[in-house]
Protein backbone atom coordinates (compact mmCIF):
# COMPACT_ATOMS: atom_id res chain seq x y z
CA UNK A 1 0.00 0.00 0.00
CA UNK A 2 1.45 3.10 -0.94
CA UNK A 3 1.66 5.79 2.15
CA UNK A 4 1.26 9.15 2.53
CA UNK A 5 3.62 12.46 2.65
CA UNK A 6 2.33 14.17 5.86
CA UNK A 7 2.51 17.47 6.72
CA UNK A 8 5.04 18.22 9.35
CA UNK A 9 5.01 20.25 13.00
CA UNK A 10 7.74 22.57 13.29
CA UNK A 11 7.00 24.69 16.42
CA UNK A 12 4.14 23.69 19.03
CA UNK A 13 4.53 25.83 21.32
CA UNK A 14 2.01 24.20 24.56
CA UNK A 15 3.52 21.92 26.50
CA UNK A 16 2.65 20.19 29.56
CA UNK A 17 4.67 22.56 32.32
CA UNK A 18 1.66 24.61 31.76
CA UNK A 19 -1.46 22.64 31.21
CA UNK A 20 -3.22 22.94 34.64
CA UNK A 21 -3.72 19.49 35.41
CA UNK A 22 -7.06 18.95 37.54
CA UNK A 23 -9.10 16.38 37.26
CA UNK A 24 -7.61 15.60 33.80
CA UNK A 25 -4.33 14.25 36.28
CA UNK A 26 -4.71 10.93 34.76
CA UNK A 27 -4.76 11.71 31.41
CA UNK A 28 -1.71 13.89 30.96
CA UNK A 29 0.36 10.90 32.95
CA UNK A 30 -1.46 8.44 30.15
CA UNK A 31 0.15 10.72 27.86
CA UNK A 32 3.70 11.66 29.26
CA UNK A 33 4.37 7.88 29.45
CA UNK A 34 4.42 7.84 25.31
CA UNK A 35 7.69 7.54 23.59
CA UNK A 36 8.84 6.91 20.00
CA UNK A 37 9.51 3.65 19.43
CA UNK A 38 11.67 1.67 17.45
CA UNK A 39 9.58 -1.45 16.83
CA UNK A 40 5.75 -1.89 16.26
CA UNK A 41 3.43 -2.02 19.37
CA UNK A 42 1.84 -5.23 21.04
CA UNK A 43 -1.19 -5.57 19.85
CA UNK A 44 -3.31 -3.55 16.62
CA UNK A 45 -4.57 -0.85 18.87
CA UNK A 46 -1.51 -0.14 21.25
CA UNK A 47 -0.32 2.85 20.01
CA UNK A 48 -3.99 4.84 19.35
CA UNK A 49 -5.20 7.19 21.58
CA UNK A 50 -8.87 9.06 21.21
CA UNK A 51 -8.89 12.55 23.13
CA UNK A 52 -12.79 14.12 23.66
CA UNK A 53 -13.81 16.47 26.09
CA UNK A 54 -15.69 20.11 25.28
CA UNK A 55 -13.98 23.28 23.25
CA UNK A 56 -11.73 24.32 25.77
CA UNK A 57 -10.55 21.17 27.53
CA UNK A 58 -7.42 21.32 26.44
CA UNK A 59 -7.19 18.38 23.34
CA UNK A 60 -5.13 20.69 21.36
CA UNK A 61 -2.81 21.79 24.10
CA UNK A 62 -1.98 18.28 25.03
CA UNK A 63 -1.61 16.95 21.00
CA UNK A 64 0.61 19.49 21.10
CA UNK A 65 2.42 19.17 24.07
CA UNK A 66 3.31 15.39 23.05
CA UNK A 67 4.38 16.56 19.40
CA UNK A 68 7.16 19.03 21.46
CA UNK A 69 8.51 16.10 23.36
CA UNK A 70 8.37 13.84 20.32
CA UNK A 71 10.09 16.55 18.42
CA UNK A 72 12.88 16.74 21.47
CA UNK A 73 13.79 13.00 20.86
CA UNK A 74 14.75 13.92 17.58
CA UNK A 75 11.20 12.09 16.13
CA UNK A 76 9.14 13.53 13.15
CA UNK A 77 5.43 14.52 13.52
CA UNK A 78 2.55 14.86 11.65
CA UNK A 79 -0.73 16.90 12.15
CA UNK A 80 -4.11 17.05 10.78
CA UNK A 81 -6.55 19.62 12.07
CA UNK A 82 -10.10 21.17 10.60
CA UNK A 83 -8.72 24.46 11.65
CA UNK A 84 -5.97 24.79 9.67
CA UNK A 85 -5.02 24.91 6.31
CA UNK A 86 -2.59 21.87 6.02
CA UNK A 87 -2.43 19.54 3.19
CA UNK A 88 -4.64 16.01 3.04
CA UNK A 89 -4.54 14.97 0.14
CA UNK A 90 -0.89 14.21 -0.92
CA UNK A 91 -0.20 10.85 -1.70
CA UNK A 92 3.62 9.74 -2.62
CA UNK A 93 5.94 7.32 -0.80
CA UNK A 94 7.15 8.40 2.36
CA UNK A 95 7.55 6.85 5.54
CA UNK A 96 5.24 7.34 8.21
CA UNK A 97 6.36 9.59 11.15
CA UNK A 98 6.95 8.84 14.81
CA UNK A 99 4.14 10.65 15.87
CA UNK A 100 0.42 11.50 13.57
CA UNK A 101 -2.07 14.21 15.02
CA UNK A 102 -6.02 14.29 14.01
CA UNK A 103 -7.15 17.06 15.81
CA UNK A 104 -10.81 18.10 15.48
CA UNK A 105 -12.39 14.70 14.18
CA UNK A 106 -16.42 15.66 14.81
CA UNK A 107 -15.33 18.38 11.62
CA UNK A 108 -13.94 16.12 8.94
CA UNK A 109 -15.04 16.45 5.73
CA UNK A 110 -15.51 13.09 3.63
CA UNK A 111 -11.95 13.30 1.63
CA UNK A 112 -10.67 14.00 5.37
CA UNK A 113 -12.10 10.82 6.58
CA UNK A 114 -10.70 8.99 3.28
CA UNK A 115 -7.46 9.78 4.48
CA UNK A 116 -7.38 9.52 8.44
CA UNK A 117 -8.65 6.47 7.68
CA UNK A 118 -5.71 5.44 5.54
CA UNK A 119 -3.99 6.57 8.43
CA UNK A 120 -5.06 4.40 10.79
CA UNK A 121 -4.70 1.34 8.16
CA UNK A 122 -0.89 2.38 7.11
CA UNK A 123 -0.06 2.95 11.48
CA UNK A 124 -1.32 -0.24 12.43
CA UNK A 125 1.81 -2.63 12.87
CA UNK A 126 4.12 0.20 13.01
CA UNK A 127 6.18 2.21 15.41
CA UNK A 128 3.64 4.72 15.32
CA UNK A 129 1.53 6.72 17.62
CA UNK A 130 -1.67 7.58 16.42
CA UNK A 131 -3.56 10.72 18.69
CA UNK A 132 -6.72 11.95 17.47
CA UNK A 133 -8.77 14.01 19.35
CA UNK A 134 -12.48 15.66 18.97
CA UNK A 135 -15.99 16.89 21.21
CA UNK A 136 -17.38 13.70 21.41
CA UNK A 137 -16.73 9.74 22.35
CA UNK A 138 -16.04 8.26 19.14
CA UNK A 139 -19.68 6.35 19.19
CA UNK A 140 -21.50 9.42 18.73
CA UNK A 141 -18.81 11.38 15.98
CA UNK A 142 -20.85 11.86 12.76
CA UNK A 143 -18.41 10.19 11.23
CA UNK A 144 -18.60 7.68 8.59
CA UNK A 145 -18.56 4.15 10.71
CA UNK A 146 -15.65 2.16 10.11
CA UNK A 147 -13.26 5.57 10.82
CA UNK A 148 -15.67 6.37 13.90
CA UNK A 149 -15.09 2.02 15.04
CA UNK A 150 -11.34 2.84 14.65
CA UNK A 151 -11.07 5.80 16.60
CA UNK A 152 -12.92 3.60 19.51
CA UNK A 153 -10.58 0.93 18.99
CA UNK A 154 -7.72 2.40 21.44
CA UNK A 155 -7.55 3.87 24.56
CA UNK A 156 -9.93 6.17 24.78
CA UNK A 157 -9.39 9.17 27.27
CA UNK A 158 -11.75 11.79 28.08
CA UNK A 159 -10.92 15.13 29.57
CA UNK A 160 -12.87 17.03 32.02
CA UNK A 161 -13.32 20.78 32.52
CA UNK A 162 -11.51 22.22 35.19
CA UNK A 163 -13.08 23.35 38.28
CA UNK A 164 -13.09 27.52 38.99
CA UNK A 165 -9.73 27.37 41.23
CA UNK A 166 -7.86 25.44 38.64
CA UNK A 167 -8.89 27.92 35.97
CA UNK A 168 -7.75 30.63 38.32
CA UNK A 169 -4.15 28.77 38.34
CA UNK A 170 -4.07 28.78 34.50
CA UNK A 171 -4.92 31.91 34.14
CA UNK A 172 -2.41 33.09 36.66
CA UNK A 173 0.42 30.64 35.33
CA UNK A 174 -0.08 31.66 31.66
CA UNK A 175 -0.25 35.50 32.63
CA UNK A 176 3.18 34.70 34.52
CA UNK A 177 4.48 32.97 31.79
CA UNK A 178 4.65 35.86 29.52
CA UNK A 179 5.71 38.52 32.22
CA UNK A 180 2.54 39.85 33.53
CA UNK A 181 0.94 40.47 36.91
CA UNK A 182 -2.60 39.77 36.85
CA UNK A 183 -4.29 41.49 39.50
CA UNK A 184 -7.49 39.48 41.72
CA UNK A 185 -10.27 42.07 40.12
CA UNK A 186 -8.81 41.57 36.55
CA UNK A 187 -9.03 37.68 37.17
CA UNK A 188 -12.66 37.69 38.63
CA UNK A 189 -13.65 39.94 35.38
CA UNK A 190 -12.16 37.55 33.17
CA UNK A 191 -14.10 34.66 34.80
CA UNK A 192 -17.35 36.20 35.09
CA UNK A 193 -17.91 38.59 31.81
CA UNK A 194 -16.26 35.70 29.49
CA UNK A 195 -16.80 31.92 28.94
CA UNK A 196 -14.79 29.32 31.16
CA UNK A 197 -13.40 27.67 28.13
CA UNK A 198 -9.62 27.58 28.43
CA UNK A 199 -8.81 28.51 25.08
CA UNK A 200 -11.13 31.57 25.05
CA UNK A 201 -9.61 32.71 28.20
CA UNK A 202 -5.80 32.25 27.08
CA UNK A 203 -6.97 34.41 23.77
CA UNK A 204 -7.94 37.18 26.73
CA UNK A 205 -4.80 36.83 28.47
CA UNK A 206 -2.67 37.23 25.02
CA UNK A 207 -5.47 40.32 23.98
CA UNK A 208 -4.44 41.72 27.10
CA UNK A 209 -0.58 41.32 27.32
CA UNK A 210 -0.34 42.51 23.54
CA UNK A 211 -3.02 46.03 24.74
CA UNK A 212 -0.78 46.08 27.72
CA UNK A 213 2.40 46.61 25.68
CA UNK A 214 1.36 48.84 22.87
CA UNK A 215 0.27 51.00 25.62
CA UNK A 216 3.29 50.64 27.70
CA UNK A 217 0.54 50.00 30.42
CA UNK A 218 0.44 47.40 33.50
CA UNK A 219 -2.24 45.17 33.41
CA UNK A 220 -5.25 46.50 35.65
CA UNK A 221 -8.91 46.19 35.21
CA UNK A 222 -8.99 50.25 33.83
CA UNK A 223 -7.00 49.01 31.31
CA UNK A 224 -8.90 45.54 30.65
CA UNK A 225 -11.89 47.81 30.49
CA UNK A 226 -10.47 50.13 27.84
CA UNK A 227 -9.75 47.11 25.89
CA UNK A 228 -12.95 45.89 25.56
CA UNK A 229 -14.59 49.14 25.00
CA UNK A 230 -12.73 49.82 21.75
CA UNK A 231 -12.57 46.86 20.51
CA UNK A 232 -16.71 47.01 20.66
CA UNK A 233 -16.58 50.73 18.98
CA UNK A 234 -14.74 49.41 16.12
CA UNK A 235 -17.19 46.28 15.83
Known amino acids: MRQIALPLVTRPEPSFDFFVRGS ?51 SQVACFSTVHATPWEQDVSAPLPALILLDHCDDLNA ?18 TLIAAGRLPPVDLPLREDLRTRLGWGHVLALQPLAEADVRTALYDAAHARGLSLSED ?50
Open 24 to 74: NAWVVEQLLALQPANAPPVGPSAGLFYLWGPTGSGKTHLLSAVATRFQAQG
Open 186 to 235: VVHWLLTRHSRDMRHLMAQIDRLDAYALAHQRAVTLPLLKLMLSEESSVL
Open 111 to 128: AQQHLAFRLFVEAVGQPV
